[in-house]
Structure formats: structure tokens, C-alpha cells
């Protein structure tokens, strides 16, 4: 049953089901809090940890981990102090604020270069900018259009650029006739976008379990290819690797700006960095890019609501430009993030022990989600008798998937 269907609460039944929280259940169907996360939540009591406001910026340590966690500790743009992660809450805060910073700072000529407040100028606009602005917060906004957004989002996006009445369009994203990846119709889309456009990115997989490319080759290649031959294995590699190569370089020659949505890192094949290839394939490429980042997945820290926002800038200057900018913004949204999610996942990932743990557990919930699609596909392929082929099922990733079953 669908998510906030009222009929479906009030259906007393042991077999009812909700298929729309998008959450990880154990084979009993129940909740799963993890292992690591209790013994976190058992370290915080012990060292008695208060209940103070944190900073608009959020727990300064976590800043530091998330940062290493989706672009790795080595990276350059980390040593250059070329990029600035901070704490929001969920999905609403983290995008909703970049929305409002775009439509401030991306678009706008007469508002963008304004050093006094702390402005960002990306590179594609930096040199028509003016460090000028005459005309009224409304008089900008109502000339910005920014946003393209993947098509059938599905999710709460289209809400947040409507609240924040930021105009946005669809690019194509999946064919639903093949049920996969229509990669050549995302790159069709992109190219005949208007120059220097927003650009959301659904990274790792977004709801129908789809996404651009691995670098274990599980997107688009059927989960039995694991026991393929290395030669086989290797070319299907090079394959989704040339894929997500010719969208950073696509969206680099358009100068968009992408926005990455990063929900299920680590969640998908069981390893964080291999779920962040994407990512630190577009910072190699020198493109500036922001990522919103949510623990609630892999972590299984659903109402937590925590959250991060990373933005890459092409010097450290403009990374402290856009920290002051976007703590500007966070005052009047909600002043301060929650800190008790936020210590679980600063312990967690600050400590050897507790961190290769929580890895270990990722693993094991990604491989029986893996599992559980490979049955769901020799089921559906069993007791189906009209001969549609069911493999797209095994074609996708991680949590959620798109069936193409007909509507009821």
C-alpha cells in the first residue's frame, strides 16, 4: 500500500504492507535499527554529552568526516580547502536552501558579486556578473529559471522548487518501456538545455533504482555477472565507466551547475566509495558541483532528519564566501540542526572500530536487498505467464526499483 493513503491506515490486516516509506525492514517485516548505532548512542550516554544549540554550521567534526566520506580524505578540492560541508536538516532544509542560494547567487547579475554579503559567483558566471544590485529580491527571482529535474521524479523536489517558485523542467532520465536507463535521451536533454542551467543528479540510485553508472558494473548488468569471467567482467566496466564520463563532460560543456542527491551511499553496493565514483568523477573533471548528503539510509537514522550540504568551489575564497552566504540563509529557516543524529554519526564515523563495523553492516543489508530482487525476479518470471521479460528488475540497484507493472 502506498504511503498516506488514509483507507490503507485504518486496514486491519497482519498481511498490509507499506511500500512507500522506502525504509530497510528485517526478514520479520520489522524495523532495523542498527548494531553500531546502539553501541554510538550508548558511548554518547556514558561520556555524558549536553543538549546544547550547535553552531548554524552544525557539529564541526561531522562536517569534516562527510566530506571525506563522499569525496575521500586525499582528495585535492578537500586539501585545497576548496570545498565547505555543513549540517541542515533532512531533504526539505539541505535542498530547499540551496534552491533559495541559487536563486540568489546563480542566476542573478545584479545580485551575484556582492562581496559584502558573502556572494558566490560560480565560474560559468563569474565574468558577466556586476558587483552592483538595483532592483528588488522580487524583480530577480522573477527573472531566474534554473532548475531541470529528472522526469517522474516522484519525490518532494517539484514541491520545494514550487515553494521557492523557481521555474524548473524535466529531462529524461529512463526509458518505462525497457524499464532502464535511457542514456542516450539524458544526453539528448542536456545538450538542448539553455547554457548554464541547475542541474539535479539522483546519484547512487534514485526511485526507480536507476542510476548513470558503477564502477563494479551493477547498473545495467544483470546480478549473475558477478560470477562472469574477468575479461566480460572488465569490458562492462570500461562500458558504465565511459557513461558517466560522457555526462560530466556534457554537463561541463553546457556550464551547468549540478546539484548531486545523495541518499543511499554505501547503501547500494555495500561500499562507500565505490557509491561516491560518481561524484569524484565530476570534482576530477573541474566541474563546481553541490551535494546533498542523507544519513538516513545507511545508517537506518530515518527520524533523525540528518543531513548534509557540500558545495565545491574552485578556490577556498569562494568557499568561505559560500559558507558565510548559506549560514546567512539557514538563520531565518531553522537557526540551528539537530545534534543528537549528528553525534550518532560523528562517533560512528570517528572511530576505527565502530566505522568498520557500520561497514560491515552495509554490506550485509546491501547484499540482502541484492537478494531479495533476485527473488522477486525468479518469482515474478515463474508466475507470470505472459512472457514479459522481468530482468530490468535485476538491472537496477539498491532499495528502491521501478517494476512497470500497469497502474491498478
Known amino acids: 500500500m502506498a504511503a498516506g493513503d488514509n483507507g490503507s491506515r485504518l486496514l486491519v490486516s497482519d498481511l498490509k504492507l507499506s511500500l512507500g516509506v522506502r525504509a530497510y525492514r528485517t526478514e520479520e517485516l520489522e524495523p532495523y535499527v542498527l548494531n553500531v548505532v546502539k553501541k554510538a548512542e550508548k558511548l554518547m550516554l556514558e561520556i555524558g554529552e549536553n543538549k546544547e544549540y ?25 586539501q585545497e580547502g576548496r570545498i565547505f560541508a555543513m549540517f541542515t536538516m533532512e531533504a526539505y532544509g539541505c535542498t530547499a536552501r540551496y534552491v ?35 532592483s528588488s529580491y522580487s524583480e530577480i527571482f522573477s527573472r531566474c529559471k534554473i532548475f531541470d529535474i529528472l522526469s517522474n521524479l516522484g519525490c518532494n523536489h517539484e514541491n520545494i522548487f514550487n515553494d521557492a517558485t523557481v521555474p524548473w523542467s524535466e529531462y529524461r532520465y529512463f526509458d518505462p518501456r525497457t524499464v532502464v536507463l535511457d542514456f542516450d535521451g ?57 557513461n558517466d564520463k560522457r555526462f560530466a563532460d556534457v554537463i561541463l560543456e553546457k556550464n ?3 546539484l548531486f542527491e545523495v541518499a543511499y551511499q554505501g547503501f547500494a553496493s555495500g561500499i ?34 540528518i543531513r548534509a550540504i557540500n558545495v565545491v568551489c574552485m578556490s577556498s575564497d569562494a568557499a ?43 554490506e550485509l543489508m546491501a547484499g540482502r536487498i541484492q537478494n ?24 537496477q540497484i539498491g532499495m528502491p526499483s521501478y517494476t512497470g507493472l500497469n497502474k491498478a
Not at 558503477?214 to 569490458?235: A, C, E, K, N, R
Open 54 to 78: 550547535l553552531l548554524i554550521e552544525g557539529l564541526a567534526a561531522l562536517n569534516k568526516v562527510t566530506a571525506d566520506l563522499l569525496f575521500g580524505a586525499d582528495n585535492r578540492v578537500i
Open 100 to 134: 533559495t542560494w541559487s536563486k540568489l547567487c546563480l542566476t542573478c547579475p545584479q545580485f551575484v558579486g556582492l562581496d559584502d554579503l558573502g556572494c558566490y559567483c560560480s565560474r560559468p558566471f563569474r565574468d558577466r556578473f556586476s558587483s552592483s544590485c538595483s
Open 186 to 242: 539524458t544526453i539528448a536533454n542536456i545538450k538542448v538545455m539553455v547554457q548554464e542551467q541547475a542541474t539535479l543528479l539522483i546519484v547512487v540510485h534514485g526511485l526507480w533504482g536507476i542510476k548513470l553508472a558503477h564502477p563494479f558494473g551493477q547498473h545495467q548488468m544483470d546480478l549473475s555477472s558477478y560470477y562472469m569471467d574477468v575479461h566480460t567482467i572488465q569490458q562492462e566496466l570500461i562500458h558504465f565507466l565511459s
Open 256 to 258: 551547468h551547475i549540478p
Open 272 to 305: 562507500l566509495d565505490a557509491d561516491a565514483y560518481s561524484i569524484r568523477l565530476f570534482v576530477d573533471h573541474g566541474l563546481e558541483l553541490l551535494v546533498a548528503q542523507s544519513y538516513s539510509k545507511n545508517l537506518g537514522l530515518y527520524a533523525e532528519r
Open 320 to 362: 568561505a564566501r559560500v559558507k558565510r552566504q548559506l549560514k546567512r540563509l539557514a538563520r531565518p529557516m531553522y537557526s540551528n540542526p539537530p545534534v543528537h543524529g549528528a553525534r550518532i554519526v560523528a562517533n560512528i564515523v570517528g572511530d576505527p572500530n565502530l566505522f568498520d563495523e557500520w561497514k560491515q553492516e552495509m
Open 372 to 395: 531479495v530482487w533476485r527473488r522477486l525476479h525468479a518469482n515474478l518470471s515463474w508466475k507470470d505467464k505472459s512472457g514479459r521479460d522481468w530482468s530490468s528488475i535485476l538491472k
